[in-house]
């Protein structure tokens, strides 16, 4: 399996390229008649979350104002660390007919090369055009082993060569420590007030070890540039315009000190952002765009490689 990152550059419906990332969760996207698979799907959620994967269905998947055939299916395939396919046909009138909605997701499943765990039952034959791929063939008795076994294959194949000996979270708190800086605890109702600038868009807040700078930390890994871009944007017009309100807020004796305002003003004038973006390519893509039309606020983009180097070169 090819474990390098790689998005998806060309919409098979002919859309805009989604820059989704392949493989991208520890997810596994499960294709099956909605009606007819209560028994196999009860077992393959418990098997996939004690071994942490998360069971992803298009049933259960909500797309309000987006294209449902993007966003509940064909994206969450894309990230998805393996699929399962249940290739069980309908019985219409005593006759077998395989089931469109679950052929066409196995189709992207193949399309977009991944990993695929197809069952079928033991009673039922494969359409033409998928017989002569490998398929296990499954009895209700016998169904919990054989899935539980290739689930455990399919994990063993599809995850990380060399797998990181700390958590992303571990890995981005000690970058933090290495620029001098600390997640701000939030004890008092200035950092908290200041949190709530940036928490509606998924930001974090950060602080210098003496307690006098701020910064605001995204973490956008899971996000395409343009939406972490639409993210920064909005939190900088959130800061400017806050700045902006600060003689109005004096005169209306929302600020009671005069001195304060000037003291507040500087504060919110010396806050950073910073972007942690998945790819060294999305990372690039940022600062162009930032270079091009500036936020008003300092911005540095950051890519997860790049964190792993600064650790890499600590000491």
């Known amino acids: 399996m090819d474990k390098r ?8 419906i002919g859309l805009p390229r989604c820059d989704f990332v392949f493989s991208s969760t520890r997810t596994c996207f499960v294709g099956y008649a909605f009606r007819e698979s209560t028994l196999e799907m009860n077992i ?3 098997l996939l979350g004690t071994r942490g994967i ?18 509940k299916i064909c994206s969450k395939i894309i990230v998805s660390q393996f699929c399962v396919v249940l290739v069980n046909n309908d019985i219409v009138n005593g006759a077998e007919i395989p089931n469109a909605n679950v052929n066409m997701e196995y189709g992207l499943m193949l399309g977009f090369n991944k990993y695929v765990i197809p069952f079928q039952r033991e009673s039922q034959t494969l359409p033409f055009n998928v017989a002569g791929l490998d398929t296990v ?5 016998s169904f919990e082993l054989k899935a539980s076994r290739a689930i455990d294959t399919a994990i063993a194949a599809t995850s990380q060569d060399a797998p990181s000996q700390f958590s992303p979270d571990q890995i981005i708190s000690a970058f933090v420590l290495s620029k001098r800086l600390l ?11 200041l949190f709530q600038f940036g928490q509606p868009l998924g930001f974090n807040l950060l602080m210098t070890f003496d307690g006098m700078r701020y910064v605001f930390f995204g973490n956008f890994t899971a996000l395409r540039p343009e939406i972490a871009l639409w993210r920064l944007r909005t939190l900088a017009d959130i800061i400017r315009e806050r700045v902006a309100s600060l003689p109005q807020r004096l ?25 942690l973006l998945t790819s060294d390519d999305d990372r690039e893509i940022a600062k162009q765009a930032i270079q091009t039309s500036p936020v008003g606020v300092p911005v540095q983009v950051l890519s997860l490689s790049e964190i792993r180097s600064t650790l890499q070169n600590i000491g």
Do not use: H
């Open 5 to 12: 990152i790689r998005r998806n550059e060309f919409c098979v």
């Open 44 to 46: 393959l959620r418990n």
């Open 54 to 71: 998360q069971a992803v269905e298009a049933a259960e998947a909500l797309a309000p104002g987006q294209s449902a055939f993007c966003a």
């Open 137 to 141: 063939k499954y009895s209700n008795q």
């Open 183 to 193: 997640f701000v605890p939030l004890t008092n109702e200035g950092d908290k007030n």
């Open 251 to 275: 005169s209306m004796g929302m600020i009671a000190d005069p001195k304060a305002l000037t003291n507040v003003e500087r504060f919110l004038n010396d806050l950073q952002i910073w972007l």
